[in-house]
């Protein structure tokens, strides 16, 4: 079994200080996609630089205190790409991919975060044109290599994947053109959502993010922002998913999911 990990930190330093390592090492993972780190490389100690007992890539974001991805595993990859191209959004920090290949088979294990809309309209059109770019970069992708791109993409799917879908549908994360992005992931592009196809109608056992205003951990009003993103051969290798919320490292809680695979 291949045990895969994602997770937003939401800031690599404050996870840590709430015992993310302590439980990423009790998980045994294989890998640990994780987003929005808030720090430079020069802000990694080695307590940092390796979690869970797994050793760290990152792509950090120019702008200090912002941003940023990084994939701790526990297999030496065989190349590593930091950003997928998009000058704008490279600058930002928001995907690394690690590659396993061998002479029988290419993979990919990518760690993403997608832009948030939700502090403005010149935001809101900063993720658009995000999408527009990463949409094409996936499907070339796919014609050479299986992958599973982990990550917070920001998006609520379906109504089944937030509480109070009726109020929010002219919000960021919950628009019809972010929705309709996600349709043509899956039924042009031919990605998985790998979550949905283990859990098909679950609803509020799905969440992985909650806002920090009122009660919304307490009452469970939450968004289903954070993905497995496959190919189907990897997708379908896929066998157990768990969102874990007995602790909290971040607004976001660890998506796991085992597939029948080796890297």
């Not at 832009?115 to 992708?141: C, T, V």
């Not at 969440?207 to 990897?234: E, I």
Request: proline content about 3%; hydrophobic content about 35%; charged content about 25%.
């Amino acid at each position: 079994m291949f045990k895969l990990i994602t997770l937003n930190l939401n800031g690599v330093r404050s996870a840590s200080r709430k015992g993310v390592d302590a439980w990423l090492s009790k998980s045994k993972a294989h890998c640990i996609c994780v987003q929005e780190l808030k720090a430079q490389k020069d802000d990694l100690d080695e307590s940092l630089s390796t979690l869970g007992g797994l050793k760290g890539y990152f792509h950090f974001a120019e702008k200090k205190g912002y941003s940023g991805v990084g994939i701790y595993s526990k297999h030496e990859p065989s190349d590593i790409n930091i950003g997928f191209g998009n000058a704008e959004f490279d600058a930002e920090g928001r995907y690394i991919e690690l590659r396993f290949d061998t002479p029988k088979q290419k993979r990919s294990i990518i760690s993403s975060y997608f832009p948030s809309g939700s502090s403005g309209e010149e935001r809101q059109e900063a993720k658009f044109r995000f999408l527009e770019a990463m949409g094409p970069h996936l499907a070339n992708l796919k014609k050479t290599r299986d992958f599973i791109l982990c990550g917070d993409i920001n998006i609520a799917h379906k109504e089944i994947d937030l509480k109070n879908w009726r109020s929010n549908q002219k919000n960021s994360g919950f628009l019809p053109e972010e929705r309709t992005w996600m349709d043509k992931l899956i039924s042009e592009i031919g990605l998985a959502d790998v979550y949905r196809q283990l859990h098909p109608q679950t609803t509020a056992d799905c969440y992985t993010w909650w806002s920090n205003r009122g009660q919304a951990w307490a009452n469970n009003v939450g968004w289903r922002l954070d993905y497995h993103l496959a190919t189907k051969v990897l997708a379908d290798s896929a066998k157990t998913s768990t969102v874990y919320k007995e602790e909290r490292f971040s607004d976001h809680a660890p998506l796991t999911i085992e597939y029948e695979f080796e890297i």
